[in-house]
């Protein structure tokens, strides 16, 4: 547990990130708009080494939310086992949280959600049979908020009034500038070398060489289509619970428990086995859908 908790997960998190955006940079001069699923899958014929580029881009993006994910985890362990706020210095200790820090903690844990609305608007830009299944139900989510379900619509997907504009707006500047904006104090005071992360650059590249990033096109007559991994359970609650309670209220009980685990106070025990709770029922649901 100690070596996990001292992993630099972090680290590789931003290693990937970096990849993840070089690559989306050589993907966003082809990509077009008017037509987001051709310009997607012919990707191999006009763009050189096209096939590896959009490879690179899909598990490069994967890498960095996994590895996020296990920074996450490695900070609830170390905040709830060991009662330190864990820190990523050069010498790897391990420091006691000081003063009140709720605003930092508060960003941090947005920028979870923020992080994975960038991997979901990577997945609706393809515009295959996944992509489009998901920012159809994501939209009628947002939308089933009372009062400012419209509003919200239009800043994170309009999809239905204006195709992908939003969404590839959204994706290429405004949730990579809001994310940016709330981990900058936390990025700011580490230094990430590509050197000392060799080995999870050669794998991603290796992987991107060997397999070929999926693409779903369309087949007729078909009645369930699975949205990506991580939507898969959110997607199966939605057969049972109305939209407002699973693709909002209950993402948005996640956020507090781990913003109540994170602070640490009295109810610290309560929040992090909620949250044990919480994963378990998603887990259920995912593989649930999973084989359906």
Known sequence: MKWFVEGKWGAKSLVALYLSVLSGLVLALQYDLSVPFYSTGTLELVVPFGAFWRSLHFYSSQFFFFLLLAHLAAVLIARYFYQIDRVDLPHKALVKTTGNDGERWLKLVLSVPVALLLLFSGYILRADATGASAGIIAENIIVSIPLFGTWFNSILFNISSS???????????????????????????????????????????????????????????????????????????????????????????????????????????????GGVLWCLVYFVFTVIGLFR
Not at 179 to 190: D, I, N, P, T
Not at 196 to 209: E, F, T
Not at 248 to 257: H, Q
């Open 163 to 273: 195709g992908m504009k939003v969404v590839y707006a959204n994706h290429l500047i405004g949730l990579g500038v809001f994310w940016g904006y709330l981990v900058w104090e936390h990025l700011r005071k580490y230094r990430v070398s590509w050197q000392n992360n060799g080995l999870l650059v050669i794998i991603v590249l290796v992987i991107s060489m060997v397999w070929v990033a999926p693409i779903e096109p369309f087949s007729p007559g078909e009645f369930h289509i699975s949205g990506p991994w991580f939507f898969v359970g959110l997607q199966e609650m939605l057969r049972i619970i109305q939209p407002i309670w699973a693709g909002v209220v209950f993402p948005g009980l996640a956020l507090v428990l781990l913003y109540q685990v994170v602070r640490g106070h009295q109810y610290t025990s309560i929040a992090f086995m």
